[in-house]
Nanobody, 126 residues
């Protein structure tokens, strides 16, 4: 019973910050890649960032580099996405995902991930 539960979404002004959390449970996530994806209104789901649960690598989409930071707290079984300098185009539903044995070259692929959360809404607007 793997569960990924996102939280922390909400309404924020452009230029503001928000931290999303993803509580992971149901198994150990050693050897898993953990990712964040988002889906903007009228658009397909897109990759945002990823990190190995065990450490040793983080990856960020070009659109969020320098603004978003993915991290995890293994002791709390929680994945985070710290977002700053938010823009209206960052608006969307944010999902966390977990994929077993994902290599660096596949981190942006939806089909690399085995488990998905329900998502949390982020709205960036004045």
């Amino acid at each position: 019973q793997v569960q990924l539960v996102e939280s922390g979404g909400g309404l924020v002004q452009p230029g503001g910050s928000l931290r999303l959390s993803c509580a992971a449970s149901g198994r150990t996530f050693e050897n898993y890649m953990m990712g964040w994806f988002r889906q903007a209104p009228g658009k397909e789901r897109e990759y945002v960032a990823a990190t190995r649960w065990s450490g040793g690598g983080t990856f960020h989409a070009n659109s969020v580099k320098g603004r978003f930071t993915i991290s995890r707290d293994r002791s709390k079984s929680t994945l985070y996405l710290q977002m700053s300098s938010l823009r209206p185009e960052d608006t969307g539903v944010y999902y966390c995902a977990a994929g077993f044995g994902v290599i660096a070259g596949r981190v942006s692929r939806e089909d690399a991930y085995d488990f998905w959360g329900q998502g949390t809404q982020v709205t960036v607007s004045s």
